[in-house]
T-cell receptor, first 113, second 112 residues
């Protein structure tokens, strides 16, 4: 069964600094990978997804993620953090056989002024 | 596009009462998911349906929980009887052929 591990339950950066949120996956078949963002008192919103096309995926709000098969990683990055990026971020994995998606534990991003 | 619709948005009930949460998926989506989110346990998949048929209910905590999907545009999650430890935010999500899931705004359940 597939699974994801998010390294770091809390990440704090200064406004304007690089954002790096780490995600490693485990899957016996080629995975589909996703990043979601959750703002307070809201549902999860899709940021970006990887479905075996380009390994560098661009999403909304200036975020991107790179699929690295050799490292089984799908880290999320943004060159310059904005105060509005403060939220919880979830990495998720599914495979092409079904859409049973498995979520990581989440990483809370804090952006300091 | 209205997105996934959940009702009610907030529910406060007393222990022992029956609670019914409702979900309307995005039109045309063939899969529907129920999740529970708490601080302690994070996001947990409770059950999911494909084409209105329950596929995996292994996440349903116990027999007090039940879910139905009588048609493609409606699903319910019922807790009977409710207990304080059921207090959480319950999310419904739906997906189509492209696999990404679209989440509703959630129902915040408080059982006193």
């Amino acid at each position: 069964a597939q699974s994801v591990t998010q390294l770091g339950s809390h990440v704090s950066v200064s406004e304007g600094a690089l954002v790096l949120l780490r995600c490693n996956y485990s899957s016996s078949v080629p995975p589909y990978l996703f990043w979601y963002v959750q703002y307070p008192n809201q549902g999860l919103q899709l940021l970006l997804k990887y479905t075996s096309a380009a390994t560098l995926v661009k999403g909304i709000n200036g975020f991107e993620a790179e699929f690295k098969k050799s490292e089984t990683s799908f880290h999320l990055t943004k060159p310059s953090a904005h105060m509005s990026d403060a939220a919880e971020y979830f990495c998720a994995v599914s495979d092409y056989n079904n859409n049973d998606m498995r979520f990581g534990a989440g990483t809370r991003l804090t952006v300091k002024p | 596009d209205a997105g996934v619709i959940q009702s009610p948005r907030h529910e406060v009930t007393e222990m022992g009462q029956e609670v019914t949460l409702r979900c309307k998926p995005i039109s045309g989506h063939n899969s529907l998911f129920w999740y529970r989110q708490t601080m302690m346990r994070g996001l947990e998949l409770l059950i999911y349906f494909n084409n209105n048929v329950p596929i995996d209910d292994s996440g349903m905590p116990e027999d007090r929980f039940s879910a139905k999907m009588p048609n493609a545009s409606f699903s319910t999650l019922k807790i009977q009887p409710s207990e304080p430890r059921d207090s959480a935010v319950y999310f419904c999500a739906s997906s189509g052929l492209t696999y990404e899931q679209y989440f509703g705004p959630g129902t915040r359940l408080t059982v006193t």
